[in-house]
């Protein structure tokens, strides 16, 4: 037994849990907290100048390293995190969130900067503590990362009144169970029946389809995925948000799907399988183009594997569903397939032939820009050419997100490419880049839209500061592009008139936090200033202006359909 104060307990159980970072800004009710950090704990602090950038980072962080990410964030900042927290919430994404508060029942005094915290998270949590003794935060912490990593991941928040980081208590139970340290925690497999139904149906099928959401990439699936699509034969397709489960040039690679970056050829493809096969997927409306993509439910064998019970079957009707951790249960799948089916031959299929010229005919269309404004095709198209293997991109929703959805290319199996496509707020992919520029060595580059920077300018010095690589690419448009593609394309609104804003010098704002800065004008520019950036180690920022979503219309289904009636510029 020793007696430890709490912040001191806090910080051992952190270092036990492998933890290496934390992301947060400071505050009154934090100062305990951060007096035993400096004096005992090598864990790095990343000081952020917003908590919701804290939160967003946090998010992206864990998303890249597989392992829980830590936020903190004080009391008067407590409701700035709800938009990271909800997205990783949404997202499958496991952050144990600290939020300092004032002494216990001061709120009902009306305490400066007091608030019911726990009702706040408990909506967007898996669970939400309330640390009231010092003598429990070594077994409440042990419950937070295993019920953050566990089944499917997502937040949980611990409350932290601010006694608690100098109360003290007898402490002997100061261990951590090594395997909550990385996600998923457990793997668990399929019911063995159901298993055996799905690969029936697989083999049975004529034009069968794989389908993987980020849940494949959340167990870390990619390599059973590509081992049974090579076995049977079996296209795979990916939502944005699962983009990279397989490397995306390989021959049974579709690419992604859906009305966010899917194209012609990828959407008809799973339009006329007669069996789709969802991994990790919650097929949302994004994915599914508002739940159209497959026509007819009926025409069709739909089979659905996720560690999420509510996830299995909610949009479509399922031969099988089957409920697991979708690595180790594709895992088994394989092992009972190459045990029963030992003289399997399926028909090769290769889908490059058809993927390149797709994507040749989007990069060889030379549709004319609006005057003043530059190809955001053409610098994707770049971008894809020059990014080295160990870079991470991260994107806004929006213009920023749908070009490299489609079109760039990632070739080696892992989530390089993160967008926040769960909830899509504002403000995401700078946040993300910092994230993930602490989780990894490689160049970040953030792309983001004028609508989007305006959220988080204040964290470029967060950035500068690092001393990280870090190239932000704002598509600018001064308006909110994909609300004005909305409303013109789809709502017949001749001119909205809540999305358009005033132009300002972004080039000169990023100047002013020191920031390598270049302007985009001409598509021969492109591929110049793309490698200075990504070879300068610091922090860059890249402005180009593009045309708004209703000038030029992108990968969106509905909004293409629109363009051809109206005869209007589209890619697809």
């Known amino acids: 037994m020793k007696k430890m104060n709490g912040a001191e307990v806090i910080l051992r159980m952190l270092e036990l849990h492998g933890v290496e970072h934390v992301f947060g800004l400071p505050g009154e009710t934090t100062i305990g907290w951060y007096k035993e950090w400096q ?49 990783a919430y949404l997202s499958s994404v496991p952050v144990i969130y600290f939020s300092s508060d004032i002494p216990i029942n001061q709120d009902k005094k009306h305490g400066l900067t007091g ?12 669970e939400s503590f309330y640390l009231t003794n010092v003598s429990e935060i070594p077994f409440l912490m042990r419950r937070a990362f295993r019920v953050a990593t566990s089944g499917r991941p997502a937040p949980v928040h611990i409350r932290v009144p601010i006694n608690i980081f100098h109360d003290e208590a007898e402490i002997g139970d100061l261990y951590a169970d090594p395997d909550y340290r ?4 457990h793997r668990p497999v399929a019911d063995h029946g159901k298993i ?33 699509a090579e076995l049977l034969q079996i296209p795979v397709g990916t939502t944005t948000p699962g983009k990279g489960t397989i490397p995306e040039t390989h021959p049974l690679a579709l690419r992604v799907i859906g009305a966010r970056g899917g194209m012609e050829y990828s959407n008809a493809y799973v339009h006329d399988a007669d069996a789709v096969f969802f991994i990790g997927s919650n097929t949302d409306s994004s994915s599914t183009n508002h739940w159209k993509l ?3 439910p009926q025409t069709k064998a739909f089979i659905h594997l996720d560690i999420a019970e509510a996830h299995i079957g909610n949009n479509f009707p399922l031969k099988v569903g089957m409920v697991g951790d979708a690595r180790a249960s594709l895992e088994y799948m394989i092992e009972l397939i190459r ?12 889908l490059t032939e058809m993927k390149q010229t797709a994507l040749n005919a989007v ?63 504002l403000g995401y992919s700078v946040p993300a880049g910092i994230g993930a520029a602490f989780a990894s060595d490689g160049p970040v580059i953030s792309f983001t839209g004028d609508g989007s920077l305006a959220f988080v300018l204040g964290d470029f010095e967060t950035i500068k500061r690092s001393g990280k690589n870090v190239t932000v690419i704002l598509t600018r448009n001064d308006n909110y592009g994909w609300i004005r593609g909305e409303a013109i394309l789809l709502d017949d609104v001749d001119a909205p008139w809540t999305t358009d804003f005033g132009a300002v010098d972004y080039v000169k704002v990023a100047e002013g936090f020191g920031f390598e800065t270049a302007r985009i004008t001409s598509e021969d520019q492109i591929e110049d200033i793309l490698s200075a950036a990504i070879a300068n180690p610091g922090a860059n920022f890249i402005e180009m202006m593009v045309p708004s979503q209703d000038k030029i219309i992108p990968f969106v289904p509905p909004w293409v359909e629109a363009a051809k009636e109206r005869k209007l510029p589209y890619f697809y």
Do not use: W
């Open 339 to 350: 045990a029963e089916h030992p003289d399997i031959q399926r028909p090769r299929i290769d």
């Open 363 to 425: 990069f060889n269309s030379n549709i004319p820009m609006p005057e003043g404004t530059v190809s955001p095709v053409k610098l994707t198209q770049a971008l894809d050419k020059l990014l080295p293997a160990n870079a991470i991109v991260t994107a806004e929703p929006g213009v920023s997100a749908i070009y490299p959805s489609a079109l760039l290319s990632v070739r080696e199996a892992g989530r390089r490419y993160i967008t926040n496509y769960s909830m899509g707020a």
């Open 294 to 296: 497959y026509g007819d």
């Open 182 to 185: 990385e996600y998923p925690a």
């Open 39 to 87: 004096k005992s704990s090598d864990i790095k602090f990343v000081l952020t100048r917003d908590e919701r950038t804290a939160s967003y980072a946090a998010e992206a962080y864990a998303k890249i390293t597989g392992k829980p990410a830590v936020l903190e964030a004080p009391s008067p900042g407590v409701t700035h995190c709800t938009p990271g927290i909800t997205e």
């Open 115 to 126: 608030v019911d915290q726990t009702a706040m998270y408990e909506s967007i949590c898996k």
């Open 196 to 228: 055996r139904k799905a690969i029936d149906l697989l083999l049975a099928a004529k034009k069968p389809v794989m389908v993987c959401g980020q849940g494949a990439l959340i167990s870390k699936a990619g390599e059973a995925v590509l081992e049974l």
